[in-house]
């Protein structure tokens, strides 16, 4: 349960407190005297130790990389955007440095949470200190963070603050052990270290990430569909400037925060949203789905199709994610479909099926559109293209229907015209196990006699029957004839030995 941050003291500009984080935390001033300030000067918004959201989300990924990894925690990391992929010491290290940076930018308002953090991290990993000089300065870690965080002079003690912050009281007691008793052992002290690791990681960090990715979706969603409903009442205008104004004003360069912000949103919301391009309800449409599809895929074609090469201008690999992200929603759609029929015949319903037939449009466009082959063939190495084609693939050939079938050949052909279907082993695979396969019973009419139908299917069982003799008959005269040479050179090697024991030098 997350239980928010309750700020210790508004009082005095000077004193060394928790970071309020409250829900409304990022428009809140943290003292009277900024209420104040922010009333006469209407600034809002405060200087941060951190240069932008994605600094402090980069120095967390870094920064808990070692720690994810020894304890196996169950969420994963970017490791993708990690600076070192073969060291999580090092990733440790980098993001020690960063936050030190951001502790002489403010040492006096630097929020505990961080700096609590990186002297944990960096005594229990990076220290090259004697056992003796590491406990007493993980003592001293350890109670120099419960004096901050749950300090007894604002108006409630220290077991009343840890209830309200969900804070372990096992922390709190080895913290009296440590200021009133005995030093506690070094086992111990690391056991409570991680502890409270855990805790700052849960309570501090993730509730940070969680909240501001909230926000920031919240408004990039808002400014989505204020997009797409100004496209609908003048369709004739491409109006896809402000959208990119904002990516590259809010995001910048980061081409990671628009495939896990954006792209979603986008697909979501534009690319296969009915209402904006039908402008009706799809749910009743039953079997005139398929026939529909066409038609809304060149309406969702003309309305975005000059936004999303404006995005490939600044981001020329984001077509791979778009790609493959369509027909990842694709296939989870489906897989729900075939999970609610319970080995019964899955039906969808008309906007489900519209909607899958929009994303295989959409992909099957990005893949094959000649105006698209500079970026897939410049922009991307071989293996990238193994690995984005081959999971494509495995989304796609999961199903049997005309639409799956058709961006399977699609796929093998781009994959062709590149150069990389040899290295496709998923393709080789798929290729193989065709000719294993049995193909699927199907009801055909036929004008003929049932006697005669009957007679075509034996005549046909008994040309199995003579192509398998055949085919056994080939195999063993195959291997015989493998046995006959492995023999010959046998005997010839026997002939050498000979030769060899006969000389007399």
Same mark, same amino acid.
Request: proline letters at 2%; hydrophobic letters at 40%.
């Given at each position: 349960?997350?239980?928010?941050?309750?700020?210790?003291?508004?009082?005095?500009?000077?004193?060394?407190?928790?970071?309020?984080?409250?829900?409304?935390?990022?428009?809140?001033?943290?003292?009277?005297?900024?209420?104040?300030?922010?009333?006469?000067?209407?600034?809002?918004?405060?200087?941060?130790?951190?240069?932008?959201?994605?600094?402090?989300?980069?120095?967390?990924?870094?920064?808990?990389?070692?720690?994810?990894?020894?304890?196996?925690?169950?969420?994963?990391?970017?490791?993708?955007?990690?600076?070192?992929?073969?060291?999580?010491?090092?990733?440790?290290?980098?993001?020690?440095?960063?936050?030190?940076?951001?502790?002489?930018?403010?040492?006096?308002?630097?929020?505990?949470?961080?700096?609590?953090?990186?002297?944990?991290?960096?005594?229990?990993?990076?220290?090259?200190?004697?056992?003796?000089?590491?406990?007493?300065?993980?003592?001293?870690?350890?109670?120099?963070?419960?004096?901050?965080?749950?300090?007894?002079?604002?108006?409630?003690?220290?077991?009343?603050?840890?209830?309200?912050?969900?804070?372990?009281?096992?922390?709190?007691q080895i913290r009296h052990e440590i200021v009133h008793h005995h030093l506690p052992s070094l086992?111990?002290?690391?056991?409570?270290?991680?502890?409270?690791?855990?805790?700052?990681?849960?309570?501090?960090?993730?509730?940070?990430?969680?909240?501001?990715?909230?926000?920031?979706?919240?408004?990039?969603?808002?400014?989505?569909?204020?997009?797409?409903?100004?496209?609908?009442?003048?369709?004739?205008?491409?109006?896809?400037?402000?959208?990119?104004?904002?990516?590259?004003?809010?995001?910048?360069?980061?081409?990671?925060?628009?495939?896990?912000?954006?792209?979603?949103?986008?697909?979501?919301?534009?690319?296969?949203?009915?209402?904006?391009?039908?402008?009706?309800?799809?749910?009743?449409?039953?079997?005139?789905?398929?026939?529909?599809?066409?038609?809304?895929?060149?309406?969702?074609?003309?309305?975005?199709?000059?936004?999303?090469?404006?995005?490939?201008?600044?981001?020329?690999?984001?077509?791979?994610?778009?790609?493959?992200?369509?027909?990842?929603?694709?296939?989870?759609?489906?897989?729900?479909?075939?999970?609610?029929?319970?080995?019964?015949?899955?039906?969808?319903?008309?906007?489900e099926r519209i909607v899958c037939g929009l994303m295989v449009g959409w992909s099957a466009s990005?893949?094959?559109?000649?105006?698209?082959?500079?970026?897939?063939?410049?922009?991307?190495?071989?293996?990238?293209?193994?690995?984005?084609?081959? $999971? %494509?693939?495995?989304? +796609? /050939?999961?199903?049997?229907?005309?639409?799956?079938?058709?961006?399977? *050949?699609? =796929?093998?052909? #781009?994959?062709?015209?590149?150069?990389?279907?040899?290295?496709?082993?998923?393709?080789?695979?798929?290729?193989?196990?065709?000719?294993?396969?049995?193909?699927?019973?199907? $009801? %055909?009419?036929?004008? +003929? /006699?049932?006697?005669?139908?009957?007679?075509?299917?034996?005549?046909? *069982?008994? =040309?199995?029957? #003579?192509?398998?003799?055949?085919?056994?008959?080939?195999?063993?005269?195959?291997?015989?004839?493998?046995?006959?040479?492995?023999?010959?050179?046998?005997?010839?090697?026997?002939?050498?030995?000979?030769?060899?024991?006969?000389?007399?030098?």
């Amino acid at each position: 349960m997350n239980v928010d941050f309750i700020p210790l003291d508004d009082s005095d500009d000077d004193d060394d407190d928790l970071l309020t984080l409250s829900q409304d935390w990022i428009a809140l001033p943290t003292s009277k005297r900024a209420k104040l300030q922010f009333i006469s000067t209407k600034q809002a918004l405060q200087t941060t130790p951190w240069k932008d959201w994605s600094e402090f989300e980069s120095v967390y990924h870094h920064l808990f990389h070692h720690y994810n990894l020894l304890n196996q925690a169950s969420h994963t990391l970017h490791v993708d955007t990690l600076k070192f992929q073969r060291s999580s010491l090092a990733n440790l290290q980098h993001a020690c440095d960063i936050i030190a940076m951001w502790r002489s930018r403010s040492s006096q308002h630097f929020p505990t949470c961080v700096d609590a953090t990186q002297q944990l991290m960096h005594t229990l990993y990076l220290s090259s200190s004697s056992a003796e000089a590491q406990r007493r300065l993980l003592a001293l870690a350890i109670s120099r963070t419960v004096n901050r965080l749950l300090d007894a002079s604002h108006s409630k003690s220290a077991v009343e603050w840890s209830m309200q912050l969900n804070f372990p009281l096992q922390i709190v007691q080895i913290r009296h052990e440590i200021v009133h008793h005995h030093l506690p052992s070094l086992q111990s002290l690391k056991q409570h270290a991680m502890l409270l690791l855990n805790w700052l990681n849960t309570h501090y960090w993730q509730f940070q990430l969680n909240k501001v990715s909230k926000i920031c979706n919240a408004n990039l969603k808002e400014r989505v569909i204020k997009f797409r409903n100004e496209h609908n009442k003048n369709s004739e205008k491409q109006e896809h400037q402000p959208v990119i104004d904002y990516l590259q004003q809010e995001l910048g360069a980061n081409s990671l925060a628009v495939m896990k912000y954006f792209v979603p949103l986008f697909i979501d919301e534009c690319l296969v949203h009915l209402e904006s391009l039908s402008g009706k309800n799809t749910n009743n449409i039953g079997n005139d789905a398929e026939k529909i599809i066409p038609e809304l895929f060149t309406c969702s074609f003309v309305k975005y199709n000059s936004l999303i090469r404006a995005l490939f201008e600044l981001y020329p690999r984001l077509i791979a994610h778009l790609a493959l992200l369509l027909l990842q929603k694709r296939c989870r759609i489906l897989t729900d479909i075939n999970r609610r029929a319970k080995g019964m015949k899955a039906i969808a319903s008309g906007s489900e099926r519209i909607v899958c037939g929009l994303m295989v449009g959409w992909s099957a466009s990005l893949v094959m559109d000649e105006d698209y082959h500079s970026l897939w063939s410049v922009h991307f190495a071989p293996k990238e293209i193994v690995f984005v084609f081959q $999971n %494509a693939l495995k989304y +796609a /050939s999961q199903f049997n229907d005309e639409l799956s079938m058709e961006m399977v *050949r699609n =796929l093998k052909k #781009k994959a062709i015209q590149l150069g990389v279907n040899k290295d496709m082993h998923y393709l080789r695979n798929m290729t193989v196990l065709q000719n294993y396969v049995e193909p699927l019973w199907r $009801n %055909a009419r036929s004008d +003929a /006699s049932l006697a005669k139908l009957m007679d075509a299917r034996s005549e046909a *069982r008994k =040309l199995d029957e #003579k192509l398998l003799a055949m085919t056994q008959q080939t195999n063993r005269m195959n291997h015989k004839q493998v046995q006959d040479e492995d023999e010959d050179e046998d005997d010839e090697d026997v002939d050498v030995e000979e030769e060899i024991a006969a000389c007399k030098w």
